[in-house]
C-alpha cells in the first residue's frame, strides 16, 4: 500500500524513492510486525483469558506439562493479525505471489481455527478429525496449484522441480505439480504442528526458517542475482520477502509472549497456518526441495512420530521413549529451556547448511 501510495511522488520528494527497494521495505515490514505484536499482545492475552479459551493436555502428555493446562491458547490469531497486516502496508498489492502467500496462509489458519474452536467448546484435545483436516488442506493446496499454473504470461510459473548441489537437476512435473503442492503444504502444516509442544519451539524454528526464505525468495527474484547463483528464476517473486519479513517480525512478536513460562499457546490456528505459509514461499521460490533442510528440525520431529508409529505396528516397541522428539528428551531429563535453545540450534544449522546451496551448485 505504502509503495502505491508514496513511490508515485519520489520526483517530488526524493526519500520516497527509497520505496522501490524491496530490501527497505522487508525491514519496514519486520519491525512493524515486531511492533503491532508487542503493543497488541499483553490485550490479546487478557482477552483470550476472559473468553476462557484455555489450552487442553493429552493425558498421554508428560507429567511437567500439567502446568500448562488452561494457559490461553489460539494465540496464532495475533500472529496472523502482524503477519497480514504489515504485508499489505508494505508489500506491492498488484503482486500475485503476494497475495496466494496470504491466502493460503489464512486458509490454513482459518482450518487451525476450526480445530481449535472445537477443543475448547468440548473442553478436550481433540478438535477436527484427521481426515478432515487433510480433506480441507488438500483442497486449498489444490486451488492454490491451480491459481500458480493459471497465471498469466507476466508472471508465467513453471511447474519445475529443482534440486540443490545440482545445476541442471530440473524436473518438468506439469499437471503433477498439484499433487506435489498438496504433498508439500500437507507436510509443512503437519510438521509445525508436531514441532508446537514446547513453550517458544515452533515459533522460534519458524523465524528462522522464514529468515532463511526471505533470502531465497529475494534472489529467486533477481534476475542478476539468480543467474549468478544458477538457481531458478521467478519473475516478482521478490516481493514475498516482505512476506517473510512480516512473518519474522510477526514471530518475534509473539515469541517476547510465547517464550518459557507462555502466557499464550499458539494453538492448532497458529501452527496450521504458519507451516503452510513456509511450504507455500518454499513453492513460489522454487525452493520445495530445499524445504528439507530450511525446516530440518521440523522434518525431524515429524520423522520421530513416523518412526515410533510404524516401529510399534512392525515390531511392538517403541524407539523414543514419546514422540514427537521433543518429548523423548524431556523424559530423558532435560529441562524444557535447554531442549528449546538446543533445538533452536540444530535449526539454525539446518538453515545455514540450507543457504550454502546457493554456492554449491
Known amino acids: 500500500m505504502l509503495y502505491h501510495l508514496l513511490f508515485p511522488l519520489a520526483d517530488r520528494v526524493a526519500l520516497f524513492n527509497v520505496f522501490r527497494y524491496i530490501t527497505f521495505r522487508t525491514a519496514g515490514a519486520v519491525l512493524t510486525a515486531l511492533v503491532l505484536s508487542l503493543l497488541l499482545g499483553p490485550r490479546f492475552v487478557r482477552l483470550l483469558r476472559r473468553l476462557s479459551v484455555g489450552q487442553s493436555i493429552l493425558d498421554v502428555a508428560p507429567e511437567s506439562h500439567r502446568i500448562k493446562a488452561g494457559t490461553p491458547t489460539m494465540g496464532g490469531l ?3 493479525f502482524a503477519l497480514t497486516l504489515p504485508t499489505l502496508l508494505w508489500a506491492r498489492l498488484d503482486n500475485p505471489y503476494v497475495w496466494l502467500a496470504m491466502g493460503v496462509t489464512l486458509a490454513f489458519g482459518a482450518i487451525g481455527f476450526a480445530d481449535d474452536y472445537l477443543k475448547v467448546r468440548r473442553s478436550h484435545n481433540r478438535g477436527l478429525r484427521a481426515r478432515a483436516k ?34 541442471r537437476a530440473i524436473v518438468d512435473l506439469g499437471l503433477l505439480y498439484v499433487p ?9 502444516s503437519s510438521a509445525v504442528n508436531l514441532t508446537d509442544g514446547l513453550d517458544g519451539l515452533a515459533i ?6 522464514a529468515s532463511t526464505y526471505a533470502i531465497f525468495t529475494y534472489v529467486a527474484g533477481n534476475s542478476v542475482v539468480a543467474g549468478y547463483l544458477q538457481v531458478p528464476y521467478v519473475r516478482g ?11 519474522v517480525g510477526a514471530s518475534m512478536g509473539f515469541l517476547w509472549f510465547n517464550s518459557h513460562p507462555a502466557e499464550m499457546i499458539m494453538g492448532d490456528v497458529g501452527s496450521l497456518a504458519l507451516g503452510a505459509a513456509i511450504g507455500t514461499v518454499a513453492v513460489l521460490a522454487k525452493q520445495e526441495i530445499l524445504l528439507v533442510l530450511v525446516g530440518g528440525l521440523f522434518v525431524l520431529e515429524a520423522l520421530s ?34 531442549i528449546i535453545v538446543r533445538f533452536w540450534i540444530v535449526a539454525i544449522v539446518f538453515a545455514l547448511i540450507s543457504l550454502s546451496t546457493l554456492k554449491l551448485r
Open 78 to 80: 495475533l500472529i496472523l
Open 134 to 167: 487433510f480433506l480441507l488442506s488438500a483442497a486449498v493446496a489444490v486451488g492454490a496449484g491451480l491459481i500458480l499454473l493459471s497465471l498469466p504470461e507476466e508472471y508465467a510459473f513453471a511447474p519445475t522441480v529443482a534440486f540443490p548441489f545440482f545445476k
Open 180 to 188: 506435489f503442492l498438496v504433498v508439500v503444504l500437507f507436510g509443512a
Open 204 to 209: 522460534g524454528a519458524t523465524l528462522i526458517a
Open 237 to 247: 517473486v521478490g516481493e514475498v520477502a516482505i512476506f517473510c519479513g512480516a512473518l
Open 305 to 338: 512420530v513416523i518412526v515410533q508409529v510404524a516401529s510399534f505396528k512392525l515390531r511392538g516397541k517403541r524407539v523414543l521413549r514419546m514422540a514427537p522428539l521433543h518429548h523423548h528428551f524431556e523424559l530423558v531429563g532435560w529441562s524444557e529451556p535447554k
